[in-house]
């Protein structure tokens, strides 16, 4: 079974960090590109950051750039999100999903197919 | 960056009803980026429909896409107490995905 399990969050004080992860498994995970999402409680999807397959392209969302990293461990199945000098703003349901670049004939499709249930960080005094 | 605008917020429909949810972009967005994703309370979201109209392994038919350019719509032909959730649609362009705000579906 394709799966997708977060963990690492937690209650942490304003300014303080976390390392969020998130185990894969039923699949060739160093073949497929990885984001993290996140969603603030009673709020929409906010897309956070993404990582190539291989680690040589990241990108990250202008709301946490400077204070988060993603990176990725292949041989240990992994995605990681280290994430510093939180605010309250941050407080929110982190989910990691996978990317898929699928063809179709001549046709090109872009998608996040398989997603986790989600860890939970809150950020309070 | 793209904004994607759903609407409505909220729709509320009795089961066997149509339900037509609204996507439009604030720029002319690819077809292949345009996804839709359904999420329950608890849950994390499932991939419904992605490249604007094909559907994923398993969604059931009365579930559909469509759209092109700035104007995307999800149709739930015959609603079903199981479809109760909220919708987003998802747009991947210039190495940033962006969310619409949601539309939630209640069944009466």
């Known amino acids: 079974e394709v799966q997708l399990v977060e963990s690492g969050g937690g209650l942490v004080q304003p300014g303080g960090s976390l390392r969020l992860s998130c185990a894969a498994s039923?699949?060739?995970?160093?073949?497929?590109?990885m984001n993290w999402v996140r969603q603030a409680p009673g709020k929409g999807l906010e897309w956070v950051s993404y990582?190539?397959?291989?680690?040589?392209?990241?990108y990250y969302a202008d709301s946490v750039k400077g204070r988060f990293t993603i990176s990725r461990d292949n041989p240990k199945n992994s995605l990681y999100l280290q994430i510093n000098s939180l605010r309250a703003e941050d407080t929110a349901v982190y989910y990691c999903?996978?990317?898929?670049?699928?063809?179709?004939?001549?046709?090109?499709?872009?998608?996040?197919?398989?997603w986790g249930k989600g860890t939970t960080v809150t950020v309070s005094s | 960056e793209i904004v994607l605008t759903q609407s409505p917020g909220t729709l509320s429909s009795s089961p066997g009803e149509r339900a037509t949810l609204s996507c439009r972009a604030s720029?002319?967005?690819?077809?292949?980026?345009l996804a839709w994703y359904q999420q329950k309370p608890g849950q994390g979201p499932r991939l419904l429909i992605y490249?604007?109209?094909s559907r994923a392994t398993g969604i059931p038919d009365r579930f559909s896409g469509s759209g092109s350019g700035t104007d995307f719509t999800l149709t739930i032909s015959r609603l079903e107490p199981e479809d109760c959730a909220v919708y987003y649609c998802?747009?991947?362009?210039?190495?940033?995905?962006?969310f619409g705000q949601g539309t939630k579906v209640e069944i009466k």
């Open positions: 999903a996978r990317w898929v670049r699928a063809a179709d004939g001549t046709n090109y499709y872009y998608y996040m197919d398989v």
């Open positions: 039923g699949f060739t995970f160093s073949s497929y590109s």
């Open positions: 990582i190539s397959s291989s680690g040589s392209a990241i």
């Open positions: 720029q002319s967005v690819s077809s292949s980026y």
């Open positions: 490249g604007a109209s």
């Open positions: 998802q747009q991947y362009g210039r190495s940033r995905w962006t």
